[in-house]
């Protein structure tokens, strides 16, 4: 089993900053990828990022050049800078890990429960 925390989530200016933390619990295995999604009501979820146990990161075009997604040495925190933030970036921010590889994962199936980020113009 795995459990996945999110925090840090709030209301912020656009143009302005912010960084997500996820604590990875039990983790073991469920590492290989991980992965940041977001969703706004009446949506499905959009992955903004992933990355690997290697540290090779990808991102959407949507957020490219913007956020920058990380991990800590021992794996169990994934983290989300987010700059120049955008009204359009408004939507909850949930954490995921797969034990698979990043280049096999189409659908991640262990979640958090989520984060709020607010972006207003």
């Known amino acids: 089993q795995v459990h996945l925390v999110e925090s840090g989530g709030d209301s912020v200016q656009a143009g302005g900053s912010l960084k997500l933390s996820c604590a990875v619990i039990r983790s073991t295995y469920w590492t290989k990828c991980l992965g940041w999604l977001r969703q706004v009501p009446g949506k499905e979820r959009e992955e903004v990022a992933r990355i690997d146990d290697d540290g090779k990161m990808n991102y959407s075009d949507s957020v490219k050049g913007r956020f920058t997604i990380s991990q800590d040495n021992a794996k169990r925190y994934l983290f989300l800078q987010m700059n120049s933030l955008k009204p359009e970036d408004t939507a909850m921010y949930y954490c995921?890990?797969?034990?698979?590889?990043?280049?096999?994962?189409?659908?991640?199936?262990?979640w958090g429960q989520g984060t709020q980020v607010t972006v207003s113009s």
């Open positions: 995921a890990a797969s034990k698979d590889d990043c280049f096999t994962v189409s659908h991640f199936p262990a």
